[in-house]
């Protein structure tokens, strides 16, 4: 139950808090960890050798998606001078 409720918890501050970047990337950052633990809890009820590597390969992937959003966090700051979502235009190049 704690694993879902961090997940709805992150998706609801996903939702209805959206004024920074930084705020939407701690939403992902925690969706993804509570999907982890659940994938893991999964694995180690279950004892399949077959999804052993599947909280790792989904570890990695959060791992990636977290530099990637950092990345884009320090371009729209110094482009921007803000995180701030409303002053932000991804139409423009």
């Known amino acids: 139950f704690s694993i879902y409720a961090a997940f709805m918890i992150s998706m609801t501050g996903l939702a ?3 004024t920074h970047l930084l705020s939407a990337l701690i939403c992902l950052e925690g969706m ?5 633990v659940g994938l893991t809890m999964w694995c180690l009820q ?3 050798m077959l999804f052993t590597l599947s909280p790792m390969t989904l570890l990695t992937l959060s791992a990636c998606e977290a530099g990637a ?6 371009a729209t ?3 921007h001078g803000s995180d701030s979502m409303q ?3 991804l139409l423009q190049c």
Do not use: E, P
């Open 46 to 48: 279950t004892q399949s």
């Open 87 to 89: 002053n932000m235009n």
């Open 16 to 18: 209805f808090h959206r």
């Open 77 to 79: 700051t110094r482009t």
């Open 32 to 36: 993804m960890l509570s999907i982890y």
């Open 69 to 74: 959003g950092l990345a884009i966090l320090v």
